[in-house]
Each structure stands twice: as C-alpha cells, then as structure tokens.
Nanobody
Framework: QVQLVESGGGSVQAGASLTLSCAASGLTSTIKVMTMGWFRQAPGKEREFVAAMAWINDNTYYKDSVKARFTISRNTRQNTGFLQMNSLKTEDTAVYYC????????????????WGQGTQVTVSS
C-alpha cells in the first residue's frame, strides 16, 4: 500500500523559510522510475504545480514564480522528498501536497497517481 506523508508546514512571516518533507512508503520497487511532484492549493483556487524531480537522476522542473526561491530534493536511502522554500511570500499560502507519477517531470496534476494528505503553509505579512 502506497502512503505519502507530508510534514513541515506551518505559519511564518513573509521572508521566512520552511522545508516540507514527504515520506514515501510502498513504492520501494518502483520509485526509481517515478517523478515526485509538489503541488499547492490555495482557498478558492485550483491545485497548481510547484516543482517536480525525477527520482532516478534528480533532474528538476519548477513553476517560474518559485524557481529562484524553492528547491526540490530527495533522500533516496530514506525514500523521502523535500521542498525547501525560501523568501516566502503571502501568495505562497496554500495546502502543499506531494505526489508521485510515472510521467517524467510532469507538471499535470491529473497525471499523478499517488498523493499525500497535504500540509498547510501560511505566510503572513
């Protein structure tokens, strides 16, 4: 059974940093050929792509507005992914989700099969 558990969200002031974690279980035999993605959903808005990383070669792809501030990474021994977020802005406030797909570096949330429960990030001015 696949399980993704996010953690690390919280309430911070603008300019602060947070690092989100995504612990993956049940993907041991397939994770090497998968892409991990981070998405977010703000109240009243659609879920949007933030970043993706190919597990096999750590190639990455970012949403333009976060490219200079966020870093996606992974620990292959612990099957854990991360999203380091620096210089947070109020517009980064959302529930953040990690997800996995077989599609290489996909930014389409419809192509992601496995999802975590989400972790809230709130940035105040």
């Amino acid at each position: 059974q696949v399980q993704l558990v996010e953690s690390g969200g919280g309430s911070v002031q603008a300019g602060a940093s947070l690092t989100l974690s995504c612990a993956a279980s049940g993907l041991t035999s397939t994770i090497k050929v998968m892409t991990m993605g981070w998405f977010r959903q703000a109240p009243g808005k659609e879920r949007e792509f933030v970043a993706a990383m190919a597990w096999i070669n750590d190639n990455t792809y970012y949403k333009d507005s976060v490219k200079a501030r966020f870093t996606i990474s992974r620990n292959t021994r612990q099957n854990t992914g991360f999203l380091q977020m620096n210089s947070l802005k109020t517009e980064d406030t959302a529930v953040y989700y990690c997800a996995f797909t077989n599609r290489y570096l996909s930014s389409d949330y419809g192509q992601y099969t496995y999802w975590g429960q989400g972790t809230q990030v709130t940035v105040s001015s």
